[in-house]
């Protein structure tokens, strides 16, 4: 009996589930980068691929991926919750490395943005690789760089950085600052003032600004991805033995978890899960899934301090054995299903002793196995687990094991419910990937002009190899070369040099106005409320009667844009709308205007140009909000607000929706438009409740309230 004691001690901890330290722990505690927008032509390369592939949204970057933006397009990397990288036109990034305290990155050529309302720990850097000079953040701010022959660095809102020149010592970068590298084996920095806010730079702004101030925060750990678009594609619930839940919209019929989507190999995680949903990466990296009422739920568990990312949260299957004491081989077919509340994860991937132990690494809820929780009275054979989810219709996903990785599973999957002739996998999965697994079986993609791709670049980290489980092309170059690693210059007492003032100045910035008093404020940018609206009589216009937009806030920095905004006198007249049928939002009054709106006549104008909303580069990224405050019942007086429920976070503006995937104002609008018993039928209770407040006439007047 002596030589099973250890075999019987570990079979114990497992059983008995004497908490975290008895289970085996991941050691890289980092949640990648997310590819969480694109607009365009953007395209996509990791090394060992064969070539470059259409990029995808939702993938988790590794090191050494690289990413080509196109003409006329955009994308977005999500660091964690609330740090942004975006990047535009002929723009080649590169991730070189990620850590837990460290994110080094690699621009060749063209424009990127790091909009960085938080780092995601104290003591964070993000290093930026570029072909004359390498720059270090270390603080929160908004970061522009353009590298074209030479290179621009913009520090705004408070942002600080350092800059270290090709053949030259550290500098310091102070905010509101623009610093000009030039030259190449001897580059030299100056420093001028920042300049104005462009299109581009509103654009980082005003989407930011929508992004971080997202509802569904409050469910999830901070620092999980994706909290915004989990406002505009689905309902939370409160549902009995699971807290707070979250239930998709409009997904097909027969939808299951993981079943849209595909498998790619990442050089550390391996087989990672990317989803087609526009809201497809929280509840496919962190959580877990539950059915209930024949709808699929997604459960975030107790929130902890901080998440933990897993490529994705299921249980794989393969063909059972022929005999007892003969191995598993994958035959023809290879599954998975999504794990239950509580059931814990056999890794896949990670270092020897990790591999295919229970885990339940960012799971902050109770321990369940066989739909028993385990705590120091409960024995449960976790070895041997029944999968919660995989007694519901159609819940195992399957696919033949020659086509895994290779395309979207939508092409080829099946879906099954308990398959007999399948028994869970504990460990590996027996599936060798290939460089189509690389990149998900995506078609090709425009590849880099070769001189931005070949550009070498200054680094202050030496760039890690990457490896990949097959052998590849000698002749292809490794990850890393082409690098010029400089060190930081130590600074004395604490102190750092900084750039001198350049030389090639052109006009003196303005003064930027006045910041607006409070009462101006709220006016301008005043909450809607919902009311039950008296009944409306259909009013047909007189088609002398001119309907006004609402205006602009602000001048765009375009000559098109500016000659399309109203002029100071169209915007005296009071805008009209038609009433909706149901429930409109209404911005309340100022005790300075009418509760009640008459038609003005004036003589049409000839040659108005038309009102469209502007693009990323130039115009006032909040029309459609402002528009939606402006709403006003047509030709009949205004009743008191009550205000009833919460107004939905703002949405993204139609340009902004990334081709071929549907837009979140396009879904809200839908969503609106369904009656409100689907609402009702979800399992559970509404968890978005606001405050009841008091009636609009005992709310005090505008100027008063705080």
């Known amino acids: ?128 690789d570029t072909p004359n000079s390498v720059f270090t953040i270390d603080r929160p701010g908004y970061y522009r760089i353009d590298v074209n022959d030479d290179v621009h660095f913009v520090t705004r809102r408070g942002g600080h950085a350092t800059v270290i020149p090709a053949g030259g010592q550290s500098m310091s970068v102070q905010p509101s600052e623009e610093i000009v590298v030039q030259g190449n084996e001897t580059a030299r920095a100056e420093a001028y003032v920042a300049p104005e806010l462009d299109g581009w730079d509103r654009w980082n702004y005003d989407r930011t600004n929508d992004l971080v101030d997202a509802m569904s925060e409050r469910y999830l750990p901070p620092g999980v991805a994706g909290a915004s678009e989990l406002d505009h594609y689905g309902s939370w619930r409160v549902v009995e033995d699971y807290g707070p839940v979250w239930v998709p919209d409009d997904v097909p019929s027969g939808w299951v978890p993981y079943s849209t989507g595909r498998w790619i190999w990442d050089p550390y995680y391996q087989w990672t899960w990317i989803d087609d949903s526009p809201w497809g990466w929280a509840p496919f990296h962190y959580g877990r899934w539950i059915c209930r009422n024949n709808y699929w739920m997604w459960a975030p568990g107790t929130v902890r301090a901080r998440p933990v990312y897993a490529p994705a949260l299921v249980a794989f299957y393969g063909p059972a054995p022929v005999r007892s004491g003969v191995s598993m081989t994958i035959g023809g077919t290879l599954g998975w299903v999504a794990l239950s509340w509580g059931e814990p994860v056999r890794p896949w991937w990670g270092r020897p002793g990790f591999v295919g132990h229970p885990w339940w690494g960012g799971w902050n809820g109770p321990r369940v196995a066989n739909n028993t929780v385990i705590n120091q009275t409960n024995i449960v054979n976790i070895n041997q687990i029944n999968y919660a989810n995989s007694r519901f219709a159609n819940a195992v996903v399957t696919a033949p094991a020659d086509r895994f990785g290779k395309a979207d599973v939508k092409s080829f999957a099946m879906k099954k419910t308990a398959p007999r002739d399948m028994k869970p996998l504990q ?88 910041p607006p008093k409070y009462e101006r404020s709220q006016r301008n940018a005043a909450p809607m409320a919902i009311q039950q609206p008296a009944p409306i009589q259909q009013i047909t216009p007189p088609t002398d009667v001119r309907v006004v937009p609402a205006p602009h ?136 409740q606001i405050f009841r407040r008091a009636p609009q006439d005992s709310v005090p007047a505008q100027g008063n309230q705080r």
């Open 1 to 128: 009996m002596l030589p099973f004691i250890p075999k019987l001690l570990t079979a114990a901890a497992l059983v008995l589930g004497l908490g975290q330290s008895a289970f085996a722990a991941d050691d890289n505690d980092v949640n990648p980068l997310r590819l969480s927008y694109i607009n365009g032509q953007v395209s996509f390369w990791r090394y060992g691929a064969e070539d470059w592939a259409q990029a995808h949204i939702n993938t988790p970057l590794a090191r050494g991926d690289a990413l080509y933006v196109g003409r006329d397009s955009e994308l977005e990397l999500q660091a964690e919750s609330r740090a942004f990288i975006r990047a535009d036109d002929d723009t080649q990034l590169s991730l070189v490395e990620q850590t837990p305290d460290y994110l080094q990155v690699k621009v060749t050529g063209g424009r990127v943005s790091f909009d960085l309302r938080s780092l995601p720990s104290n003591g964070y850097v993000v290093e930026v």
């Open 427 to 514: 460990g590996a999965i027996p599936v060798q990937p290939s460089p189509t697994a690389l990149v998900a079986g995506a078609p090709k993609a425009a590849k880099p002009p070769e001189q931005i791709m070949a550009r070498p670049v200054i680094a202050v980290r030496k760039p890690p190899e990457v490896r990949v489980p097959w052998q590849i092309d000698q002749n292809r170059p490794a990850m890393g070369l082409g690098a010029r690693i400089v060190t930081p210059s130590p600074s004395s007492n604490g102190d750092m040099r900084r750039p001198q003032f350049g030389t090639q100045t052109g006009p003196e910035r303005e003064r930027a106005p006045l």
């Open 553 to 688: 806030r602000r001048e765009s920095d375009r000559d098109e844009i500016r000659n399309s905004t109203l002029r100071p006198q169209e915007q005296t007249m009071p805008t009209i709308r038609s009433a909706p049928p149901q429930m409109q939002p209404v911005v309340p009054e100022s005790t300075e205007r009418s509760s009640s709106m008459t038609l003005q006549r004036q003589p049409q104008p000839q040659n108005v140009p038309e009102q469209r909303i502007p693009d990323r580069r130039g115009g006032d990224q909040d029309q459609r909000s402002q528009d939606q405050r402006e709403l006003r019942s047509f030709g009949t007086a205004v009743p008191p607000v009550e205000r009833r429920e919460a107004v939905p976070a703002p949405q993204p503006l139609e340009h902004q929706a990334p081709r071929g995937i549907e837009a979140p104002g396009e879904h809200s609008r839908e969503r609106s438009e369904r009656p409100e018993r689907s609402r009702q039928e979800l399992p559970g209770k509404p968890a978005n």
